[in-house]
């Protein structure tokens, strides 16, 4: 059973950084597609980026791109995924989740779906 733990939101001013945190334990394959998604008030959920755990390949949605990272700490028991957000938007404000799901030799994009969800963690900029 895998379990996702986000931490890092809060509040913080346009133009600054934030750096989210997702806990994940429970087996996690080598070849997992990770990502970020976030959802603002009112409107549907929004892949932001994704890792393939194997290779380290990324993915960005074209609103974040150059300006978030995302990144990976492999080390067990528990595996880390990291987002670092960077020129923060009054629009960046949502709630962010992060994600799951094995994929083999599958598509890992920062669009696809997930099947391991955390319960989120609210970034405010303004």
């Known amino acids: 059973h895998v379990q996702l733990v986000e931490s890092g939101g809060g509040w913080v001013q346009p133009r600054g950084s934030l750096r989210l945190s997702c806990a994940v334990s429970g087996y996690i394959a080598s070849t997992t597609c990770m990502g970020w998604f976030r959802e603002r008030a009112g409107e549907g959920r929004e892949g932001v980026a994704s890792?393939?755990?194997?290779?380290?390949?990324?993915?960005?949605a074209y609103s974040v791109k150059g300006r978030f990272v995302i990144s990976q700490d492999n080390a067990k028991p528990t595996v880390h995924l990291y987002l670092e957000m960077n020129s923060l938007k009054p629009e960046d404000s949502a709630m962010y989740y992060c994600?799951?799901?094995?994929?083999?030799?599958?598509?890992?994009?920062?669009?696809?779906?997930?099947?391991?969800w955390g319960k989120g963690t609210q970034v405010t900029v303004s």
């Open positions: 890792i393939y755990t194997q290779t380290g390949y990324t993915s960005y």
């Open positions: 994600a799951a799901i094995p994929v083999g030799h599958g598509r890992c994009t920062h669009d696809r779906a997930m099947d391991y």
